[in-house]
Structure formats: C-alpha cells, structure tokens
C-alpha cells in the first residue's frame, strides 16, 4: 500500500537558518511524483516543489530543494535561509498510478514556525 | 493564467441537508481530483475526474458524489449531511492527472455541519 511519513508534527527554526522537513514514502508503483506543498493557516495548499521517481537529480526551486534518496524511499525538503513567512504547515505528497487513474496521497504534515 | 477557483468559500449546512461545491479549474487543465482535510484525518482523497469520467475514488460512502462538465468544471455533492463532514474540501487540477504533473489547488472550501 502506498503511504507517507512526516515524523515531525512541529519544527522550530530561527530566521535565516535552514532547516529539514522529513518524508519517507512506501510504494509498489514502479513510476511515481513526489511533491512538497505548503498549507498557510488561510488553507490554500501552495505547490513549492517536484520531484519525479526516475529524475536523477534533486529537485531545486529557489529557496526549496528536495533530498531525494530513491534506495531509502525518502524525499526530504530543506528550506535554506528561513523567513516568516515560511510559517505554515509543510505536506510531502506522492502520486502514483492506481487502477484507472492516478491518486494523491498527504503525509500528516509538519508545522513549521520560524523564529524572529 | 487564473488559477483555480472554488465557490463558495464557506459553507454552514444543517444534518441531513445537502451541499453542492464547485470547482473551476486552471484553463486547459482535464483533471480535477476532490480532497476533504480535517483535523483527525488529514487530507483524504475523494475523487477524480477526467474528461467528464471519474478515474479513480477514494473510501467514502456513496453520499458523497461528483461530476465533471465538458468545460472541466467539476462539482461535489454530499447528500444527508453529518457532522462528521465538517471539513475544508479542496480541488486540485492537472493537465491530464499523471503522477508527473503538478496538481494545483483552489483556496478550499470550508464547510460546517451543525
């Protein structure tokens, strides 16, 4: 069965410091897309990042990059020179083929404070 | 380009009644997928649509539906209420729905049960 893991319900991180959100994933899917989403308290889910299973690179995107280690199946996302607004809660996600279509799972979340 | 676009915003619904929630999609997207995010669950698949067809669904029981139009636009239904269905429900949608697309979402839409 398909299935994220974020071990972190909440991070703390001084401003301008970088920090580490985890994920590790499980899936039978021999092709799939790792994604990382931010969720401010107003709810709308924010795309920050891609990562595809068969990309051999890590995934960059200004200040976002994702750790992708394909062999231990997980996909960390460190943000580098944290600000205020980074404040929110943090999803890892992954999609993968599933009978007939293609479905989105949601690690729990990881809520991120930054700090002044 | 407009991203996507979800009516109403909030929502305030009785048990038993109905609800009708729409979701217009970024232009050219074909997928539309439904999620519902509550604090116990998290975010929970619900459905996806593609060329007016439901691709694939999630573990919910059959009073909640949804259908897509031939412009894309997708609506979710949930029929007799409960309060168990108070929640933020968002959609998403893709070019085409393949794990390697990006899925954009709307602002949500929040809906209480009393």
């Avoid at chain 1, 994604?35 to 924010?46: D, H, L, T, V």
């Avoid at chain 2, 029929?79 to 168990?84: A, C, M, N």
Wanted: charged content about 15%; proline content about 3%.
């Amino acid at each position: 069965a398909q299935k994220i893991t974020q071990t972190q319900p909440g991070m703390f991180v001084q401003e301008k410091e970088a920090v580490t959100l985890d994920c590790t994933y499980d899936t039978s899917d021999p092709s799939y897309g790792l994604f990382w989403y931010k969720q401010p308290s107003s709810g709308e889910m924010i795309f920050l990042i891609y990562q595809g299973s068969y990309d051999q690179q890590n995934a960059t995107e200004g200040r976002y990059s994702l750790n992708f280690q394909k062999a231990r199946k997980s996909a960390n996302l460190v943000i580098s020179a944290s600000q205020l607004g980074d404040s929110a809660m943090y999803f890892c996600a992954m999609r993968g083929r599933n009978t007939g279509g293609f479905k989105t799972i949601f690690g729990a979340g990881t809520r991120l404070f930054v700090k002044a | 380009k407009a991203g996507v676009t979800q009516t109403p915003r909030y929502l305030i619904k009785t048990r038993g009644q109905q609800v009708t929630l729409s979701c217009s999609p970024i232009s050219g997207h074909r997928s539309v997928s439904w999620y519902q995010q509550t604090p116990g669950q998290g975010l929970q698949f619900l459905f996806e649509y593609f060329s007016e067809t439901q691709r694939n669904k999630g573990n919910f029981p059959g009073r909640f539906s949804g259908r897509q139009f031939s412009n894309s636009r997708s609506e979710m239904n949930v029929s007799t209420l409960e309060l168990g269905d108070s929640a933020l429900y968002l959609c998403a949608s893709s070019l085409s729905g393949t794990g390697e697309e990006t899925q954009y979402f709307g602002p949500g839409t929040r809906l209480l049960v009393l």
